[in-house]
């Protein structure tokens, strides 16, 4: 290369560490790009993300085409650098050390290290634009790319190592997708991000954290008289209500409040409405086996209609009342607005502590009272006292469960009524 100036051996050299900087900065975009991102942009349309795609989706010979390019201008790079020091410093043990330093140096900072933090940082854009590139690249040195493959899939072969670039492989877990939704910060509304974090959770609560305990459900007496029926219908603040009867108290349907009035309507003028009219309204009941979990009761509610379910255990005995409501309430909150000095069924007093009643599920008092009550355990209020206790405690009992001091306001009938849990 005597005939060959200087000038155009070192402008040679720079265009090489350029290739050699273009291959570097391709492998980290794209192995850095967010692939479901990648998967969105290509449905959309966008070309730049299809040929991102295509290249992600064979590996191996992406790859093999960046590696073969990169490791060529390496190559080259390293014997023009030892050609220049020979050309200007001549032949010897230490000329060709200094090249070798020379050409190490200029290949880390702008072949190597320099292009990958840049790819790293911008990942997306830069991605689609070495697509462009690499694509067609792909296609016209395909045969050495396959050619050099067939030694790498041997060698895998022979280590026994299974490489698999299906998308589907690299799916996530819903404790992955969880971790995301938690870490996404400014990029999605508080409000929204709680939405889908509740989704999460509705495989691991069950109906028994929702419902309503059979203790406090609001039903109707079928055997008093119809006047008090009606007069309790009327006064009522839900559409549907159980239906008890017999001296055992059993339920025998639920009454859907609606369907009361338009019986009224129809004997209005009659004057002639009985109970059997009513026991036309009433509907079958719908049982649920307890520990139901939320995601597969709700879509039970949809498939059978339904919109009310009685909880039962594996006796058959009633441990409660859950509705579709309760279970959209965990999803998006409560609906009803409440003042600052009330949440729900909970009232704060002027020192700052909150009136809670024995039935109170934990879960709720954790989520709305910002508490951390043990939930591993008992699932109600009560149920925790009693547990922590071992026996009913007497009123103005004052105790710790954790960080909190709870003091016992009222018990009745062999349990807690009504605690104060202090801040």
């Keep these: 290369m005597d005939n060959i100036p200087i000038s155009w051996q070192l402008g040679a050299l720079a265009i090489l560490l350029l290739i050699s900087g273009f291959f570097s900065l391709a492998e980290t975009s794209l192995m850095s790009v967010n692939r479901y991102r990648l998967k969105h942009l290509a449905n959309q349309g966008h070309r730049g993300a299809r040929l991102a795609t295509f290249l992600l989706l064979k590996t191996d010979k992406l790859l093999g085409v960046i590696l073969l390019c990169n490791n060529f201008a390496n190559a080259a790079s390293a014997t023009l650098v030892t050609i220049i020091v020979v050309e200007l410093f001549g032949e010897g043990e230490w000329t060709l050390m200094f090249g070798t330093m020379t050409v190490t140096f200029a290949i880390l900072v702008f072949s190597e290290i320099s292009p990958k933090v840049i790819a790293a940082a911008y990942p997306e854009k830069l991605a689609f634009f070495a697509s462009y590139i690499l694509y067609p690249l792909l296609k016209a040195l395909y045969p050495i790319v396959w050619f050099v493959n067939l030694f790498v899939v041997g060698l895998l072969r022979i280590l026994r190592v299974k490489v698999n670039f299906d998308a589907q492989a690299q799916s996530l877990t819903m404790d992955e ?153 965990e999803v998006i909150g409560d609906f009803n607005t409440q003042l ?59 105790f710790k469960i954790g960080p909190h001091r709870l003091e016992i306001l009222q018990t009745q009938d062999r349990i807690v009524k009504s605690v104060k849990i202090f801040p």
């Design 177 to 329: 997708l969880r971790s995301i939704v938690t870490d996404a910060g400014h990029f999605m509304p508080k409000k929204h991000r709680t939405i889908l974090l509740n989704l999460f959770e509705l495989e691991k609560i069950t109906v028994d954290d929702v419902m309503t305990a059979h203790t406090m459900i609001e039903s109707i007496n079928f055997d008093a008289p119809l006047e008090d029926i009606l007069n309790h219908i009327t006064n009522t603040h839900h559409t549907r209500l159980p239906v008890r009867q017999g001296e055992a108290e059993e339920i025998i349907g639920i009454l859907h409040v609606r369907k009361v009035i338009n019986q009224l309507r129809e004997h209005y003028q009659r004057d002639d409405f009985t109970k059997e009219d009513l026991l036309e309204v009433i509907d079958d009941s719908y049982f649920i086996p307890s520990g139901t979990p939320l995601f597969t009761q709700i879509q039970q509610f949809q498939e059978n209609h339904e919109q009310i379910a009685l909880v039962v255990d594996e006796y058959g005995e009633l441990k409660g009342l859950v509705t579709l409501e309760d279970i959209l309430e």
């Design 340 to 398: 600052p000095s009330r949440l729900g069924n909970y009232l704060q007093d002027e020192d700052g502590s909150w009136l809670a009643d024995g039935t109170s599920t934990l879960r709720d008092l954790n989520k709305k009272l910002n508490l951390d009550l043990p939930l591993d355990g008992p699932r109600t209020l009560n149920g925790l006292i009693l547990e922590h206790f071992e026996d009913i405690p007497e009123p103005n009992t004052s």
